[in-house]
């Protein structure tokens, strides 16, 4: 027991108690950080499986096909740019540039589902071909649905843009969404090396 | 705040009336609403938590009568198989939880002097999810072919055999149920490490917390780390039950140890997300009823957080008898011995605490006191199933039953009936009855130790777990467990009735019964919907200041005052 001396308000004094921006950006990474886990235990397991099942491919399927799936992680990954340059017309009060850099970023993300969709649908093996059909497809699928997730807040923000007054009291949904876009684009680098990548 | 701070000066300042709550009803029918007062939400995971240990309870008073002669005369042993799955995962997951995340909800924002949760609605959907699991779990008895039989564990493959194929069947639906209760903690959690975080009082910084606080933390913290990994395993163990892939099955190249490695790597560290907060119980408690400071709060404080990083490493002590390679087991081993330093660490501060103290043996201290008594109990036979050569000859026997029944019963229980005997009168403004409170601490002693005890003796002498019938040898050992375990049930009738008749016509309490230093003492009670609104007192020096004469927080003369005129004028 040393302390007597009455150190610095180093809390925050909350005059209000409605949940503020801050607190909302500070539990929402929070939640980003728990979800990571939740790629991290399906990427162990994935190296797990590929590096000890007697079973990987199944029989008849070679490996995947890593260049079409290469162009459509440039498109996803560099929406992340996209991204950037909305938030940062936003910051500058450009509403409608930053309309323009958001609307992109959802078109980029849903030529990334589309270019998924396309290639599952050319598969050889299916989710109940073994223990690898079953890998990639949950973990694609996962992801994917994350990309989906992205996309939908990413029309929901569009939408609250239009909403006089909206973006008065800052403008946390925005940066809070894009967090998200980044945290998905990174678990797809990712996962595009364990599975495109380490094939061999 | 010590009993020799005087009477405080009458200030016409403080004669205001406490804020009504707005746009919520004042009674009884809040707690059907979807409310948004951390206070309300508190008590309504109490509330609800209570009834399922109710449900979990009968279902273990049929197991125990099933146990009580060594043949299966009573249920049908797959009826049996049944009832453990749901005793296990109704005590934990309807029970334990929920009233653990009742005790933060209370505590929390008094406690650091927030007015509410960071994010109050959210708090309220991740508290209506508890009687959503809670209903697709019990439904699990109605569909054809009962509840799951494949225990808590769930392992594979017993939990994806699925004979009558179909689709919506007991594994099914506590996958569901198990999925439900890991979103709504995660919820939890995230709400209660964003509140610590950034809504403390002026002046109080990490060091000024109460210990309370620093568990919940290092509790939530776990969750937040382990549960996606239970997620992760869990979605795999549905797609192999109903969408016929084969992650865990070696027909398709998969392999159900990794089940088990997702399981206990949230498995292990969620028994410290239950002791943890319940360790702070016992840290807040000893020192109102010793009259003392903590002894070494700091240590205490940072020995939450070694707990909560060395629980993420010592999973793999679950699985020393499946197979798992030498040089794993030794290494799981050795990090599970060293996870009883920080934890010794506690115990020792606890009885430093007491050591020359004045003791009060009020109810809650009672309970604080057996329980602290029979976590030294449950640590001894923890090392004794750490080191591996003892636990592959106990493992799976009724030896490792007894053990974490002595923890999770007779420490994390009793720390919870601490708690509520503590914090009761502040929360609904009603004291108690302390006989009764007596009455239920006897009988739930003797009844825990007359079933816990025999089942360590039970297990040294081989007798399996998860068994519905068992050779006639442990036939005595049985019959005193089974006694016990009544005993246990009859002891929860005068906890039932002291809480409603508490808090029907008890005695009206005063803001600080206990003459207890901390915010939420400050408050009246029970408190207002949002603390002390505006007027937070700023902390001026660290909690558990008993006997030193130093006041918790700037001019808190005033908030003594405002506190007790805000309960007379109630
Ligand atoms: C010093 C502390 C502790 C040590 C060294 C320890 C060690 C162990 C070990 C090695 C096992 C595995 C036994 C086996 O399955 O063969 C075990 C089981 C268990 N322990 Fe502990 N333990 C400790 C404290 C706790 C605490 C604090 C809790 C609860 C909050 C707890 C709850 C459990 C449970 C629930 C199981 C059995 C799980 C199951 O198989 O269903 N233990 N413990
Ligand atoms: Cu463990």
Known sequence: MTITTPNPAEAPAHSDHAAHGDHTLTGFVIFLLSESVIFLALFAGYAIYKTSSPLWLP???????VIEPLRFTVVLVSSSGVIYLAERALHRGRLWQFRAWWLLTMAMGAVFLVGQGLEWAALPFGLGDGVY??????????????????????????ARSFRPGNYDAGSVGVTAVSLFWHFVDVIWVVLFVLIYVWQR | MTSTTPA???????????????????????????????????????ITALFFLLVGGLLSMIMRGELITPAADLVDPTVYNGLYTMHGTVMLFLFLFPILNGFNNLLIPPMIGAPDMAFPRLNAA??????????????????????SGAGWW???PQSIQNPLGHFINGQFLWILAVALSGISSIMGAV?????????????????RMPIFCWTAVAAQAIQLIGLPVLTAGAVLLLFDLSFGTSFYLPEGGGDPMLYQHFFWFYSHPAVYVMVLPVFGIFSELFPVYARKPLFGYHVVAIASFAITFLSLIVWVHHMFYSGTPQWMRNLF??????????????VFAWIGTLWGGKLRLTTAML???????????AGITGIMLATVPVDIHVGNTYFVVGHFHTVIFSTITYGVFAGIYHWFPKFTGRMMYEGLGKLHFVLTFIGSQLTFLPMHAAGLMGMPRRVASYDPEFAFANVLASLGAFLLGVATIPFLLNLVSSWVRGEKAPPNPWNAIGLEWLLPSPPPAENFEHDVPTVISGPYGYGLGRPLVDDEERFVAKAANASTGA
Request: proline content about 10%; aromatic content about 14%.
């Open chain 2, 191 to 207: 709400n209660f490490v964003t509140t610590i975080i950034r809504m403390r009082a002026p002046g109080m910084g990490w060091f």
């Open chain 2, 154 to 156: 769930a392992y594979p």
């Open chain 1, 59 to 65: 029989p008849g399927v070679e490996g995947l096909e």
């Open chain 2, 8 to 46: 405080p000066p009458f200030d016409p300042r403080v004669l205001k009336a406490p804020h009504p709550v707005p746009g919520a009803p004042n009674n009884w029918r809040r707690f059907l609403s979807f409310n948004t007062d951390a206070k309300v939400i508190g008590l309504q995971y109490m």
């Open chain 2, 367 to 377: 309970f604080s006191l057996g329980g602290v008594f029979n976590f030294i109990f």
């Open chain 1, 133 to 158: 059909g079953a890998s990639f497809y949950l973990l694609t699928g996962f992801h994917g649905l994350h990309v989906l997730t992205g996309v939908l807040l990413m029309g929901l923000m569009l």
């Open chain 2, 333 to 346: 081993m050795v990090t599970t011995m060293l996870i009883a330093v920080p934890t010794g660490i506690k």
């Open chain 2, 126 to 147: 991740a508290f209506w999810m508890v009687p959503v699991f809670g209903v697709i779990l019990m439904a699990s008895f109605l569909v054809p072919g009962g509840p």
